[in-house]
């Protein structure tokens, strides 16, 4: 079995914008990968039509052997007016429900996430509520660059009600952002690759703020996938977080254990092109967090240029290994996907 956890299929314009309604759509919606930072080539791996086809996108499961797909959709990142963000929010889910869903090459291979407006709580709830009866959506997906830190006690809410209901939260990277908070501490770069190498730094103050403020002490049950964040990167500063609770542990006395403890009950990382490179990428049991292994799951990310291809993840691996990446820990991880799993086993 394979389970691709991370599929972006694109929300054309010309449907995302009607979708969206008057009086909050745009004659023209912001492009797909922002302004700021444009790229000196094309972001995408196929054509645009295919990347907004589900026939195309099915294509390309069966080509890979995938048997099921997490789809997140790419769309226009965070909206400064909560009434038009969540009206992007709520066309964003409406596609995905009726065009990929509800499509015939879907086949109940196709899973969902839940976009949310993260600038209005209360909206937030009721978009879960809107469509959290439909097992077939099996995460929330909130932007790694928000303007707010995500263990504040605003988004709480938030959190509670994913664990409650059995939903993921996936931390995704949508470059097009209406808002766009410095990509890192020091302001603005200057170049595409300086943004692109940046890119994990957001999900890494998420992840350090979801641990530090206890989300995880208060939630057991909560789960987090990060997106865009190299399993390498994480480790190197929950490492640091470790170290410093040391000193610091008595301003947070919630957090009851050594952080990078939180990796393995609570958090898992996507696999990234990038993550063979480290020489620490072998599996090995007894490390800090938990062994690699377990904490990552197969994502593709296609159809983006940057994407992991399944004969490229972790080749070093032993056939265990590489078999827990790519099905054993989604299953383990997501409560609706085992279900799904379950009951199909059983029929």
Known sequence: MKIDCAIHPVLGSVEFNKAIGSPWNFLKLPPLFGEKYRSPFDQLSVT?????????????????????AVLSPTTRGYWPNPQQAAAVARAANTLLFKKWLESSESEGRFLGSIRLA???TDTALREIDRWADDDRFVQLVVPARSLATFGEQRFFPIWRAAAERGLVVYVHDDFSTLIEPPPSQVGFPSFFAEDHALRPMASIVQLTSFIIAGVFERLPELRVVFGDLSVHAARSLAIRTDKDWQSDRME????SDDPTTYLARHVRFVTQADDEISPHSKAATGTIGGDNSSLVVYGS??????????????????EKDRARCFADNAVEFYPRIASRVSAELSS
């Open 48 to 68: 645009p039509e295919q990347a907004m086809s589900p026939a195309a996108v099915e294509a390309y499961l069966r080509s890979t052997d995938v048997d099921y």
């Open 252 to 255: 947070v006395p919630w957090v």
């Open 118 to 120: 993260m600038n209005d």
């Open 301 to 318: 990310r296609h159809p983006y240029w940057d994407g992991a291809k399944a004969e490229d993840v972790f080749p070093t691996w032993s």
